[in-house]
Nanobody, 120 residues
């Protein structure tokens, strides 16, 4: 069984920073792309940032220059460093990863979500 476990959300004032982590565990052979998505109340889930296994990244226009995605392949972990946070960044943040297992199965897996709240 494979799973993603997120951590690092919380309450922060506008202009502050948070770092989200998402660790994959289980019988993992390889993890392809990993990403962070968010969903605010009443809105659709949207891509925040994505990183390939080779380290190529892409970001939503709304977070470019403020957020940085990175990954540690040895730890099967992806991070999201969020700086200069704004109230409009408030949302539940979800980790996503495409995982290949040792037994040959593949999963497009989601984490449980972590709440990020930015106060003005």
């Amino acid at each position: 069984q494979v799973q993603l476990v997120e951590s690092g959300g919380g309450l922060v004032q506008a202009g502050g920073s948070l770092r989200l982590s998402c660790a994959a565990s289980g019988n993992i052979l390889r993890i392809n792309a990993m990403g962070w998505y968010r969903q605010a109340p009443g809105k659709q889930r949207e891509l925040v940032a994505r990183i390939t296994s080779g380290g190529s990244t892409n970001y939503a226009d709304s977070v470019k220059g403020r957020f940085t995605i990175s990954r540690d392949n040895a730890k099967n972990t992806v991070y999201l460093q969020m700086n200069s946070l704004k109230p409009e960044d408030t949302a539940v943040y979800y980790c996503n990863a495409f995982i290949l297992t040792i037994k040959g199965a593949s999963y497009d897996l989601w984490g449980q979500g972590t709440q990020v709240t930015v106060s003005s």
